[in-house]
């Protein structure tokens, strides 16, 4: 059984077993929290969407870590102005590992 998921914005396609990195969840390291914003369920045969989301439907994770993600660089330059800005940015994010898809009722 698959689902796609929606969170921080984004959306994703996961399963159980599966660990994904997503947008920094207020979750300590080791905890289990539930995603109840499901769009997509779907064992291979049927397929529930939802409108927005699916009814009942509900993954559960399990957060395994809390990190930053590799500096990107913001370089603007322009040629013969003597105009050069440089900017680094590192993403927060959270590392989930999938324990259960679930639909529900």
Do not use: C, N, W
Request: aromatic share 4%; hydrophobic share 30%; net charge positive.
């Amino acid at each position: 059984m698959h689902a796609v998921i929606q969170t921080g914005g984004k959306q994703y396609r996961v399963s159980e077993g599966d660990v994904l990195r997503v947008e920094k969840l207020e979750a300590d390291a080791g905890s289990s929290l539930e995603i109840k914003e499901v769009l997509l369920l779907s064992d291979g045969e049927t397929v529930k969407i939802g409108s927005p989301f699916v009814k009942g439907g509900k993954v559960t994770a399990e957060v395994t870590e809390h990190g930053r993600g590799k500096k990107i660089e913001i370089i603007k330059f322009r040629r013969r102005q003597k105009y050069r800005r440089k900017q680094g940015h590192r993403q927060d994010y959270t590392e989930l590992k999938i324990t259960a898809v679930s639909a529900g009722k």
